[in-house]
């Protein structure tokens, strides 16, 4: 039986292990993916527990992300320019080989929403300057967006990663601007998330075939992206992001390249 799993404290919360029992039913494979819920401060010791039982692999998910990157041995581009971590492959010598697919995710459930979207004729604004941005904003660099801008709470943050993607910087009191005539929208911010405020921000200013992507996922429809459909805009989801990310770390472990389908979906948002 091939063994992987996933990481993190608390960890009760994720849908990793439903997604992934999900392919491993589909395919018929013999395998299990389970969740560890590990402490910060026992993280190394409960990883050489986790490797010396077995297991090929595993995703990382909160507050592990950044501190996985120093006990790999190897780490992707991805992993390295984003600077977290959150799929883990556990190599044939045992060395653990980190790496990064938010970025993966995020491209690829833009593309399969929007058949035949051009990135090399765009701007692009990202709300946000967290982890998650650090992932849109490498995704859009690889895809040769040609003019990126980005708000953020607090203007330092923006800026130190304005410095790295060449991106221009827009103050949080001027994000109505910063979207203003923008190709393509993406917050990346848990804001309007179930529990949490609405992300405040004023859409009139879009252009009217604009795409406005949320990486919230609940609700599925957040208030930011029902502004966007008022606005005629074309709107990506946050659910897909979720499910393509984790497509790279089933395949590297269970030897099986899975797809995204509706069902999947569907049952995702049911738990």
């Known amino acids: ?16 292990p439903y997604i992934h029992g999900y392919w491993l039913k589909k395919y018929g494979i013999d395998g299990e993916y389970k969740t560890y819920e590990i402490r910060p401060e026992t993280l190394e010791t409960d990883i050489h527990d986790l490797v010396h039982a077995g297991v090929s692999g595993f995703n990382v998910t909160l507050p592990h ?12 581009d991805e992993a390295r320019l984003i600077g977290a971590v959150n799929t883990v492959t556990v190599l044939k010598n045992g060395d653990l080989h980190g790496d990064n ?14 058949p035949g979207f051009d990135w090399t004729k765009k701007t692009a604004t990202v709300i ?5 941005a650090r992932a849109v904003l490498y995704a859009l660099s690889q895809k040769a967006v040609p ?14 990663l304005a410095q790295l993607y060449h991106a221009n910087t827009f103050q949080w009191k001027d994000r109505d601007e910063s979207v203003s005539g923008a190709d393509l929208i993406i917050n990346t911010t848990s804001l309007g998330m179930k529990g949490q405020n609405p992300l405040d921000i004023n859409l009139s200013g879009i252009q009217e075939n604009s795409v406005v992507y949320d990486i919230v996922y609940t609700p599925l429809i957040t208030p930011f992206l029902h502004q966007a459909q008022n606005e005629g805009a074309r709107i990506v989801t946050g659910i897909g992001m979720l ?7 089933f395949n590297a472990w269970f030897g099986h390249a899975p797809t995204v389908t509706d069902e999947l979906e569907n049952l995702i948002l049911g738990v």
Do not use: W
Not at 1 to 6: N, T
Not at 147 to 160: C, F, H, P
């Open 65 to 76: 992300k950044q501190n996985m990157m120093g006990l790999c041995q190897t780490l992707t």
């Open 243 to 249: 499910l393509h990310q984790a497509r790279p770390g």
């Open 1 to 16: 039986m091939i063994r992987a799993g996933v990481i993190g404290y608390p960890i009760s919360h994720s849908k990793s």
């Open 147 to 160: 003019e990126v801008r980005i708000t953020n709470r607090t203007q330092e943050s923006a800026e130190n």
């Open 128 to 132: 946000g300057a967290g982890g998650a």
């Open 101 to 114: 697919t938010d970025a993966f995710g995020f491209t690829q459930n833009l593309e399969k929403t929007i």
